[in-house]
């Protein structure tokens, strides 16, 4: 038992600490973003399944690779706050709550919409690419998923608990949330699978930079700092 405390202190230790103490000092105020985007998932979500809404939501919302690429441009940062409709809200309500309250807590509200919406657009314009390709390569998809609805949170999520895990040093979740999407696309190759893997490579670029900023302006000090604490180093 000891064994494995150890390994949870090592593996989520300060995620843990900077999410709790964050949470105990402010509360539900810790994560603002956070909230009004669950709430903005929800009304979406109420509007759509609305005889007056439906289409309302789709034009606004709603991203196809059959599309001009400039209106799915215009359509994907909300699209990510618009629920697939093949799915229970509860789920995307539960990982926008989860991911995006701790990323906000952990990295401020700005960054983490950045990295969700690059995770987004990976994904929308890989299927793009993708359907170029054709169902004959490997990282292609057929025709007929040009038609499909793209819309919910997955890809952001996903990309930001890979990030999360990078810099928080939990490689092993990281891993495990990459492995995992992996398996997806191994046992159901289909659209939102192959769009999750985009997202994770885009991610992963942005960790290459950050690290090599991170290396351009290493502090020392800091670092002794934080390695004193017992707890492993922060990337930023």
């Known amino acids: 038992m000891n ?100 990323a906000e807590i952990c990295l401020g509200w700005w960054r983490t919409l950045v990295i969700a919406y690059v995770a987004t657009l990976a994904g929308t314009l890989y299927a793009r690419v993708g359907i170029a390709l054709g169902p004959h390569s490997p990282l292609g998809l057929p025709g007929s998923d040009a038609q499909v609805v793209d819309t919910g949170p997955s890809a952001a999520v996903v990309g930001l608990a890979v990030f999360l895990g990078w810099r928080y040093r939990a490689h092993i979740t990281a891993g495990v949330v990459i492995g995992a999407m992996v398996v997806e696309v191994l046992l159901k190759e289909n659209l939102a699978g192959k769009e999750h893997l985009a997202a994770i490579a885009a991610v992963l670029v942005v960790c290459g930079i950050s690290a090599l900023r991170h290396e351009r302006h290493r502090c020392p000090d800091t670092d002794r700092a934080i390695s004193s604490s017992g707890l492993p180093p922060i990337q930023s």
Do not use: H, K
């Open 3 to 102: 064994t494995l405390a150890r390994w949870a202190r090592a593996e989520w230790g300060l995620l843990y600490v900077t999410v709790r103490g964050a949470l105990a000092e402010r509360r539900l105020r810790a994560i603002p973003m956070t909230i009004g985007a669950v709430c903005l998932t929800a009304v979406l979500q109420f509007v759509q399944n609305q005889s007056w809404g439906f289409q309302f939501v789709q034009n606004i919302g709603s991203v196809r690779a059959e599309e001009p690429l400039w209106v799915a441009l215009l359509r994907t940062p909300l699209s990510l706050f618009v629920p697939a409709l093949d799915l229970p809200v509860w789920g995307a309500l539960a990982q926008i709550l989860v991911v995006f309250g701790i």
